[in-house]
């Protein structure tokens, strides 16, 4: 999951954007949970099936923009010379994206998952994001407040 300790930034992750992750999950599993309830198997899982493709998207989009941007903390000088852009990052991301319409595609075409299930699966991602914002934010210590 997260390295730590290494010297290089570079793919580690935000201590709020882990809970983030965590809290869409944990949203999803609410969501197929509550579904099971209401309306039955099929219905759960197709919910959590959009859940852990959201999560799962959530995830791979923050590795990509954690490669992507320059690590702001690093101790470089404004003089500096920035690295490159990993192009090896840019594909990955245009691969997530182009994957992810496929993979929801072939599982409506082939009738493995109901849309509108699918879609309620996918609202864990907004509401799991501000559920973490919100729960990373309260432990987080005030700068410049003395």
């Given at each position: 999951m997260m390295r730590q300790g290494s010297g290089d930034s570079r793919g580690r992750l935000d201590r709020r954007l882990v809970v983030s992750v965590i809290a869409v999950g944990l949203c999803g599993a609410a969501l197929s949970v509550g579904a099971f309830v209401s309306f039955g198997r099929g219905t759960s899982v197709s919910v959590?099936?959009?859940?852990?493709?959201?999560?799962?998207?959530?995830?791979?989009?923050?590795?990509?923009?954690?490669?992507?941007?320059?690590?702001?903390?690093?101790?470089?000088?404004?003089?500096?010379?920035?690295?490159?852009?990993?192009?090896?990052?840019?594909?990955?991301?245009?691969?997530?994206?182009?994957?992810?319409?496929?993979?929801?595609?072939?599982?409506?075409?082939?009738?493995?998952?109901?849309?509108?299930?699918?879609?309620v699966g996918f609202g864990a991602l907004p509401i799991g994001i501000a559920i973490g914002s919100v729960v990373s934010d309260r432990g987080a210590p005030a700068d410049g407040l003395d």
């Open positions: 959590a099936t959009g859940a852990a493709i959201a999560t799962a998207n959530l995830l791979a989009l923050a590795y990509t923009v954690s490669a992507l941007l320059p690590e702001s903390r690093s101790g470089t000088q404004p003089g500096s010379q920035e690295q490159p852009t990993p192009f090896g990052w840019v594909l990955v991301g245009l691969l997530k994206m182009f994957g992810l319409v496929v993979v929801v595609w072939l599982l409506m075409r082939h009738g493995l998952v109901s849309p509108v299930p699918l879609l």
